[in-house]
């Protein structure tokens, strides 16, 4: 082989780096902060991690724009 050729390269296909998707923060308003306050004080018959949970549940569905009926609502029906 001469110095002219070329060696074939091997081509290796990397795959870019995992990109984190970023979550957009949606805060809540103090109304719905409130509303979801007194709506926890209520339940006095769910154990913590229950309360935890429901907690947790209606938050999310608050920050998409819902009041605590609606998600209550949606919750039940499930």
């Given at each position: 082989?001469s110095?002219?050729e ?34 926890m004080?209520?339940?006095s ?34």
């Open positions: 082989m110095d002219t070329e060696q074939p390269t091997e081509i290796v296909d990397t795959p870019p780096p995992p990109v984190k998707k970023k979550r957009e923060g949606v805060k809540m308003t103090d109304k719905q902060k409130n509303d979801l306050t007194k709506y004080n209520k339940q018959n769910l154990s913590v991690s229950e309360k935890r949970s429901l907690r947790m549940k209606l938050m999310a569905r608050q920050r998409k724009g819902m009041s605590i009926n609606k998600a209550l609502k949606e919750l039940n029906s499930k």
